[in-house]
């Protein structure tokens, strides 16, 4: 009986060893997906790193996109964290950035984000490219940028009103101080950078008054007839800096009106007069004390029926 049951213990073992050797090692079902890559390429005329620029300025990237398992789906652009309208990209027709045929295998996209314009002070950004395949696997880069202001914010924005010069001038008129907007100023007076050239008394009244301007005291004016061909911007409203202001003034045209001798209110001719002021006119002024300039926009021009105080309303910028 012992001889039996030991038999029986040894059958046991040498059959569960048996079938425990024969058992087949668990396999690893689980797949590792393999993600896209992507990389901003350093070819002249793209960033590839961290930049400083000025304001204003565009910038313009090369990313490299591969497929890793699965072929390419989107390529997403950001700025701080937020996607970049499409009216501020160029190169692209979406954003997400969508991959077709061939491109879903690997491409090269070359994009130029234009500015904000409404920055106007120092600021820094984050760029980040963001890559991702049918499986939804994602990859990313990013670039950082500095926004620095290489230029000058003018002074001041002030309202100005230059009156006719045949009015009371006794009182101070046809003059114009355009550092504070005075209009108290006989033209040509002590102060003044703008005059008013007054009537022509051989036209009846209320048509006679000329509505033509020019320097005063040596300041030299010029016509600016399109913002844009001169500055970064478009509109009078637009001009933030002091550098504008110069480059308005050195691409302006010289003033072409006709100051021929006549029976005027202004007894000198032959000096350098604008055409008939109209409303959104722009002039830039330069003074040759101290060489400071102004832009400054007609807003308004006020005729009156008999009593010579008509006048010009304008915005000054210096």
């Known amino acids: 009986m012992k001889g039996l049951s030991l038999r029986f213990i040894a059958l046991f073992a040498f059959a569960a060893l048996f079938f425990t050797s024969c ?27 961290s930049a400083t620029i000025n304001v204003g300025e565009a910038i313009s990237v090369r990313v490299v996109v591969s497929p890793g398992s699965s072929d390419l789906a989107t390529l997403t652009i950001k700025e701080n964290g937020t996607n970049i309208p499409l009216d501020r990209l160029q190169g692209v027709v979406g954003n997400p950035v969508a991959f077709f045929g ?15 314009l ?24 990013s670039v950082d940028i500095q926004i620095e202001i290489p230029f000058t914010n003018i002074e001041k ?7 006719n010069q045949a009015g009371n001038r006794d009182a101070g ?24 050239e007054g009537i022509d008394l051989d036209i009846a009244v209320p048509n006679n008054w000329r509505r033509q301007i020019s320097g005063a005291n040596g300041t030299e004016v010029v016509f600016v007839d ?22 308005a003034f050195e691409g302006g045209a010289p003033l072409d009106g006709d100051d021929s001798a006549c029976n005027c209110s202004d007894s000198e001719s032959g000096e350098a007069v604008s055409q008939p002021v109209v409303v959104g006119d722009i002039f830039a002024v330069r003074r040759p004390s101290d060489g400071r300039t102004y832009l400054i926009e007609c807003t308004a021009v006020n005729v009156t029926e008999n009593n010579n105080a008509d006048n010009y309303e304008f915005t000054i910028k210096y």
């Open 173 to 196: 008129q046809g003059g114009l101080d355009l550092d504070d907007g005075d209009g108290a100023f006989n033209s040509n007076e002590e102060g003044a950078e703008l005059q008013d």
């Open 157 to 163: 924005t002030i309202p100005g009103a230059l009156l």
């Open 226 to 247: 399109d913002l844009s061909k001169f500055t970064d911007v478009s509109t009078f409203d637009e001009i933030a800096f002091k550098e504008q202001i110069a480059a």
């Open 118 to 141: 409404s920055v106007t002070e120092e600021s820094f950004f984050s760029y980040e490219f963001e890559v991702a395949d049918d499986a939804g696997e994602t990859s990313s880069t």
């Open 23 to 49: 058992e087949e090692d668990p396999i690893d079902d689980v797949i590792n997906d393999v993600p896209p890559t992507i990389s901003l390429s350093s070819d002249a005329g793209f960033i590839a790193s």
């Open 102 to 116: 061939d491109t879903k295998t690997g491409t090269t996209v070359d994009v130029t984000i234009l500015p904000d």
